[in-house]
T-cell receptor, first 115, second 113 residues
Framework: DGGITQSPKYLFRKEGQNVTLSCEQN?????MYWYRQDPGQGLRLIYY???????QKGDIAEGYSVSREKKESFPLTVTSAQKNPTAFYLC??????????????FGDGTRLSIL | GNSVTQMEGPVTLSEEAFLTINCTYT??????LFWYVQYPGEGLQLLLK?????DKGSNKGFEATYRKETTSFHLEKGSVQVSDSAVYFC????????????FGTGTRLQVTL
């Protein structure tokens, strides 16, 4: 079945350490997104990418970095500059069709905690 | 800028009760509107959508009508089940080359027997 796979499901980070969250999709979607979800809050956009080798900052990009070397993959690195990284991270993808707002499909998320 | 406001939760209902979760929005242009559902420990699933004024989205007994005059997209279900217990998110996307979503804060629904 087509879908989005995020790994790992749970991740622990030590102070001063960078960690990378994986997101892979086999839906042949052009656009991919990373969101952060905190308790009692909606989702906030970290980064998004509409095409391979291109990505844009979202609303809360500071302390995060991404790459988009392949259409299927959009890994997110949480750097040591992100002072409050504990959260639930969700990856999503969608068809990127100009003038049309296509629904996004989500992975099951990665829960990141600080040791 | 764009924003979505949802009613505060949690909403607690008995099985077979009628559900309404209010959602209003502020947006430039003519947004598309979405309801997503999140079950514990999982990502979001698209529940329904509407792309223009007076459109009604429906799925699994849930409905929502795009009301441009009141800038609202309230979610309704005539008879809820215990399995509907989840967090529901209202979201919008404005027309562009990327379907960037703006989310509400979510409303937790708890259905009891």
């Amino acid at each position: 079945d087509g879908g989005i796979t995020q790994s790992p499901k749970y991740l622990f980070r030590k102070e001063g350490q960078n960690v990378t969250l994986s997101c892979e999709q086999n839906l042949n979607h052009d656009a991919m997104y990373w969101y952060r979800q905190d308790p009692g809050q909606g989702l906030r956009l970290i980064y998004y990418s509409q095409i391979v080798n291109d990505f844009q900052k979202g609303d809360i990009a500071e302390g995060y970095s991404v790459s988009r070397e392949k259409k299927e993959s959009f890994p997110l690195t949480v750097t040591s500059a992100q002072k409050n990284p504990t959260a639930f991270y969700l990856c999503a993808s969608s068809i990127d069709q100009a003038g049309q707002n296509q629904p996004q499909h989500f992975g099951d998320g990665t829960r990141l905690s600080i040791l | 800028g764009n924003s979505v406001t949802q009613m505060e939760g949690p909403v607690t209902l008995s099985e077979e009760a009628f559900l309404t979760i209010n959602c209003t929005y502020t947006a430039t242009g003519y947004p598309s509107l979405f309801w997503y559902v999140q079950y514990p420990g999982e990502g979001l699933q698209l529940l329904l959508k509407a792309t223009k004024a007076d459109d009604k989205g429906s799925n699994k007994g849930f409905e929502a009508t795009y009301r441009k005059e009141t800038t609202s997209f309230h979610l309704e279900k005539g008879s809820v089940q215990v399995s509907d217990s989840a967090v529901y998110f209202c979201a919008l996307a404005t027309t562009g080359t990327a379907s960037k979503l703006t989310f509400g804060t979510g409303t937790r629904l708890q259905v009891t027997l």
